[in-house]
């Protein structure tokens, strides 16, 4: 993984055309508190900046909830019809990092490459699109270090000095001098407000006004230095620690050191997606004070900000907030071990993003059930038609030609709850439709079902789940596509035959034994007037 790297192709195909239904989206924007409709900056582009992983340590399921959040979001984006430029971003040097390292005898840039790595397994095993670049915070250090320089000939930023004059390596954003201060957030510092948005914000997450070291968000040891003007500035640029290693340390005018947290991601999203793009995503936690002091500083530098600002909630075990420092967090890999990797993208993404997620055994019951229903289906609908729809036909049905509840749901900021019941709704109407059918399908049912086959693979496909999509590895039963499938059908379908003459032979007793020794076998047997139909539990 590079700092730069080609745009990459998604599993999705961006029409050339944005479909009508791209003028119906709204999305929900921090700052305002409001959902609103959603207008690009540059017609038929988006541009998204989403905050990637700190890679001090394995990757855990609140981490990966935001990446399938907003990989969703891109997803519909491209539905839609729009080219989005995705950013991710890669902390690769912070405290965390240094000193866990250096607790582990390690060298701080290979523990940093070896969980970026794990990161990227997990984002793959779980199907997130690759980014269109995914730079890491190491490799833009003179990008910072010339939007620093930008913020303070504004006027927006100091640098400590020594007795002698010297530059001592620290930088602060100066937030006195930036009446702006807090408008993301809706918060000013030691004031009383009774403006809702305050509330609305207080309530979302840490405060402008917490105190101590907070455990969702833990004080910055530069940024409890005596040396700052104001308690609420910040570290563009911070002096080494005495336990630095020397390759942790850069030469600047302002002195040796190496960045702040905040300042990485005003600098790459500024180098990858210029002075103003559309959406600028990341989980709740990162609200305040990171994207707070983002905004000011991207703006006090001269740029525009993000013209929206989305954030992912977070994943709760037991009401309390998922993450290491509070010791409940489940790792990746601990979690794929037990379920599928549909499974829990299907769990991770069940809910909209702004929604807290409880994550608990009835979260995975619920999600494998859905992966049987939808499993189900499409390898029924498979068998019947003799086939299943390539992977490119799936790939090109743009947003107009889904079903409209599903276009309603994902428009109404992204509602992944109503777009789920809509999938179930079609599955459905195929199942009654494949129940009225014995035998051969006449044309009319052979259109309807494959059109509702069609229809409900790209609703999934566009959720990141289509069961024959990559990365999922599915044995699925699709008519001539799977000479497993065919033997099978052809099994289950003579002992059906076998059933009926029974039954017609008022031989109840056989006809129970062949129903009970399928069920056994986890076959679910649907008589209609029709005649008998079969599916997997």
Known sequence: MGNVEEPQNSNISSAHQLAGAAAGLNLYDTASHAVSPF???????????????????????????????????????????????????????????????AAAGQRWWARAYYYEREFTRAYDTLGVLPPTVEPRATGHIPDMVELIERIIRNGHAYVVRDSDGNPTGNVYFDVASWPHYGELTHQKQGAVEADEAAAVADRMGPSVDAAGNDKYNPIDPADASPDKHDPRDFALWKAPKDTDPQDARWTTPFGVGRPGWHIECSAMSHRYLGEAFDIHGGGLDLRFPHHENEMAQTRAAGWNSAARWMHSAWVTAKGEKMSKSLGNGLSVPAVLAEHSAWVVRYALGSVQYRSMLEWSDQTLTEAQAAYERVSNFIDRAGSALGEQPERDEISAIGADDLPQDFVAAMNNDINVSGATAAIFSAIRDGNAALSQVQGALDDATRAQVRATLVAVRAMLDTLGLDPLADPWAVAAVDGENSKAGKALDALISAQLEARQQARAAKDFATADAIRDSLAAAGILIEDAPTGSTWSLK
Request: positive net charge; glycine residues 8%.
């Open 39 to 101: 207008k690009p900056i540059r017609p038929g582009h988006v541009g998204i900046y989403v905050c990637g992983a700190t890679v001090q340590s394995s990757p855990h399921i609140g981490h990966i909830r935001a990446a399938v959040a907003f990989d969703i979001v891109r997803r519909w984006m491209l539905r839609l019809g729009y080219d989005v430029t995705f950013v991710r971003n890669v902390t690769d040097i912070d405290d965390k990092i240094l000193d866990k390292a």
